[in-house]
């Protein structure tokens, strides 16, 4: 089974971490070693959908899900 990226998602390996960014933000962490992975919800619907497709790749054994306060909080602002 290969895992599948949505557009604008990168993959990116750092040491026994492997961390998935969807534009400019890292949505999904996984820690190869404790098998434990960490994801960014309510971002995008986008966002989520590549969330739920890691986790069903990696099939972490422990899940901390982490919700933003303010969804506009990660977007950029109009003229910058």
């Known amino acids: 089974m ?3 990226l949505v557009k604008k998602a990168h993959l990116i390996r750092d040491q026994n971490l492997v961390k998935i960014q ?3 933000t890292v949505v999904f962490e996984y820690d190869e070693l404790t098998k434990s992975a960490k994801v960014f919800f309510q971002l995008s619907r986008t ?3 590549q969330i739920g497709q890691a986790i069903e790749f990696f099939k972490p054994d422990t899940i ?3 919700y933003p306060t303010k969804k506009w909080v990660y977007s950029k602002p109009l003229g910058s």
């Open 2 to 4: 290969k895992l599948k």
């Open 22 to 24: 969807h534009y400019d």
């Open 47 to 49: 966002s989520d959908r």
């Open 64 to 66: 901390e899900r982490i």
